[in-house]
């Protein structure tokens, strides 16, 4: 069954480069990507449209409602001024910015704004309120009250999914994916909790089911590109995986994540000049990403500039101990400057795992050479 589905997505990859193309009317290209969940398409649409017209009311609506779908708070709080300035009130004006709200870390805001709301997204952004401020007992009163409440339900069996799942909670999880699967099958919020339960469960190809999903109603959705990359690595098929790295490069040039997914499938080929070239002129960039900086220290090594290499790896080794890709990288290096009893010392964590790697217990074999 596996192999079926997996086979079944190389047709999906290919239809989903078409997904974006503009209609030649903004507010209507808008329109049309927000009621098809692809809510960056709809927010670049939206922007668009208001350079043509700063006033217009329905694209400021839609691009607030864009802005909050992909977690811009502080952007929709400051269209929503604009939204008002321009005369447009939409009638669940308090819960769209109780949500930015919610988005910029400001709780009691958000709890003010809900007064007299009683629907089952005002529930749901109170449940979400109270977790913020640490609230237990409110946020399961929310979820629960919000049950009963009139209103469109499926955000809210998501978002107390998500709220589940983040405690390690499956079986809670577990009753509130179902109830939003019966709800709002197709909704994005719904296809990410399945694909985040089955990632819990262990389930790579229910995950990736979802995962796809989502990625045919957004194709640029950046959470369900890595989470499907991350599957398709767990089930080996790195050939999938790699057109979704490469749009993953394209649409987020700068992120960190994608630039190393990029530089390891190139590793992976063996073309260590060019992840040495790629991340060193992101050096500084990517800093705070680690396991960059031990792909960058392992080109080098393969490029036989080992004290160079040492020169990276060390101090992040230092800064990690306990990371295994750091401890690999950093071992092979002592061992080519011919320091055997520190490599031993380095890789003897991982070598002595019950189930370690053939990898690290070569290395320690090496290293304990007499």
Known sequence: MKKHHLLLTSALLLALAACDSPLGDPAGDAADAFAAQNYLAARDYAQAALREDGG???ALELLVRAQIAVGEGANALATLDRLKAAGGTPTDA?????????????????VRLLEGENSAEAWRLRALAA????????VLDGFRQGRDAPGDKAKLYAAEASYFLARGDADGARAAVGLAQQAAPKRLETLFVTARLAQ???????????????????PNDR???????????ELGRIDLLRPLV?????????????????????????????????????????????????LYAEALLNLGQ????????????????????????????LLELGDRAEAARVIAP??????????????AARANLS
């Open 223 to 233: 959470p369900a590109l890595l989470g499907a990359i991350s599957e398709m690595g």
């Open 131 to 138: 977790a913020l401020m640490g609230d237990e007992a409110a």
């Open 306 to 333: 080992v004290e160079l290499a040492r020169s990276h790896i060390a101090p992040l080794y230092r800064q990690l101990p306990d990371n295994a890709q750091a401890a690999r990288i950093y071992a092979r290096v």
């Open 350 to 363: 991982l070598a002595t795992l019950p189930d370690a790697l053939a990898e690290d217990r070569e290395l």
């Open 56 to 58: 217009n009311a329905a």
């Open 200 to 218: 819990f469960s262990g389930d790579s190809d229910g995950a990736l089911r979802a995962f796809l999903a989502i990625l045919e109603l957004a």
């Open 246 to 294: 490469a749009r993953g490069v394209a649409a987020f040039p700068a992120d960190p994540e994608f630039i190393f997914l990029d530089a390891r499938l190139k590793a992976q080929d063996g073309k260590w000049q060019e992840v040495r070239d790629m991340l060193q002129q992101r050096e500084s960039a990517l800093a705070d990403h680690p396991e960059t900086r031990g």
């Open 94 to 110: 308090a819960l769209l910015e109780a949500e930015a709200n919610l988005q910029v870390g400001e709780g009691d805001a958000a």
